[in-house]
């Protein structure tokens, strides 16, 4: 029977033609979702990737307000001290705001590794010890 069997309007279907339809109309739900499911991601995505072009814009963007900003600071401080020494002072305290950041960056992967679900892991296997009947 194909899959867009429907019958006729002299045609009675009794229990036996639904049963015999189910199979069919499971299997076109499923696609059918499947689809569904297949372009609502797709647009999801592709607002995603919109989405991250405009962070990764506006990330450029911030980052040379930085550079204009860091100009000013060392243009700010030449009024009162030499350009030269200006600019070191400036330069130095970014490379210690550089170092806290790295710093911090760097404890915070320690506690981040190895990326295993690792309280998962532990629950799945507690589970598995309680299915086989091993309580602790």
Same mark, same amino acid.
């Given at each position: 029977m194909p899959d867009d069997y429907n019958p006729g309007i002299g045609e009675k279907l009794g229990l036996i033609g639904l049963f015999r339809q189910l199979p069919a109309q499971i299997s076109r739900l499923i696609r059918d979702e499947l689809r569904a499911a297949q372009v609502e991601l797709v647009e999801k995505l592709k607002g995603a990737g919109i989405g991250a072009g405009l962070v990764l814009g506006g990330a450029i963007v911030a980052l040379y307000a930085l550079g204009v900003l860091i100009t000013t600071a060392i243009l700010g401080l030449a009024t009162v001290l030499a350009p030269w020494l200006a600019a070191l002072i400036v330069g130095v305290m970014l490379l210690v705001v550089a170092g806290v950041?790295? +710093? +911090?960056? /760097? *404890?915070? +992967?320690?506690?981040?590794?190895?990326? +295993?679900?690792? &309280?998962? $892991?532990?629950?799945?296997? &507690?589970? $598995?010890?309680?299915?086989?009947? &091993? *309580? /602790?």
């Open positions: 950041l790295v +710093l +911090l960056g /760097r *404890n915070k +992967l320690k506690t981040a590794v190895p990326p +295993l679900p690792t &309280e998962s $892991i532990d629950s799945v296997k &507690e589970d $598995i010890r309680t299915l086989k009947g &091993e *309580n /602790r």
